[in-house]
């Protein structure tokens, strides 16, 4: 299981309002094989967790989703790529692209002869790139389009005052080097940036500790489950189980 790790920007203090309430806003990314997500909830009313649900799309058909797509089509040099559900359904757009952090050996071998990972793998060979870079530019957009999002419904005020504390997925059997690549992919995406209020602070979790907490908040109100009952979550994603 992946350990917690705090971003070196990361030591600042943290803000708080009039109040003396701590105002952070935490926002957590679980950044998927397949799709990816979003949620946040101020430090002040943790329990009030709010997940996007409206993606950027050419379509109408997505503002009731939970993920998008974990795509990405690069178009014009000048232009920033298409992501999520505006990237196009075709050869090229890049999927799959998260498993590439990992070495080969380290891939699992049911994973290892799948064609969408194959065909990713063949993609950045030809665009002479490394999954880092990729990973960072979605990250970068779905990151852009969070804060919007976030800021229409905190209102800008709360966000400039707010100091930001990210949580980041990571599957729990991946080695620590694969860690580091995917910190600076976030870090590479702008995602820990200087801001006026406060430095930027990153947590990673294991996707299957986060998917257990979620699990015990939506069934916290079953009068079959109690303190010290205890219980298995399968956590089933795109790529890794």
């Given at each position: ?105 380290d891939i ?30 979605y990250l ?45 992919a976030i ?55």
């Amino acid at each position: 299981m992946p350990r917690s790790t705090r971003a070196k920007r990361g030591a600042g203090k943290g803000t708080r309002n009039l109040h003396g309430e701590d105002s952070s806003i935490i926002i957590g990314i679980d950044f998927g094989t397949t799709f990816s997500g979003v949620a946040w909830a101020r430090s002040s009313r943790p329990d009030q967790i709010n997940i996007i649900t409206s993606w950027k799309s050419n379509f109408n058909f997505n503002n009731d989703k939970e993920k998008a797509p974990t795509a990405i089509c690069y178009t014009d040099q000048d232009e920033a790529p298409l992501w999520g559900y505006a990237a196009p359904i075709g050869e090229s757009t890049l999927q799959w692209f998260k498993l590439c952090l990992l070495d080969e050996e380290d891939i699992p071998q049911f994973l290892r002869g799948s064609t969408h990972l194959q065909t990713a793998k063949a993609s950045l060979v030809k665009m002479g790139t490394h999954a880092v870079d990729v990973i960072s530019d979605y990250l970068r957009e779905l990151w852009k389009y969070s804060l919007s999002f976030i800021e229409r419904a905190e209102g800008a005020s709360m966000m400039e005052l707010s100091a930001f504390r990210v949580v980041v997925t990571l599957p729990a059997i991946w080695p620590a080097y694969a860690q580091f690549r995917m910190k600076e992919a976030i870090e590479k995406a702008g995602i820990l940036d200087p801001r006026n209020v406060s430095d930027t602070t990153l947590e990673f979790i294991s996707e299957p500790e986060a998917a257990a907490l979620a699990t015990l908040k939506d069934m916290s109100d079953r009068p079959d489950m109690g303190v010290g009952d205890h219980f298995v979550v399968c956590d089933a994603g795109g790529g890794t189980v």
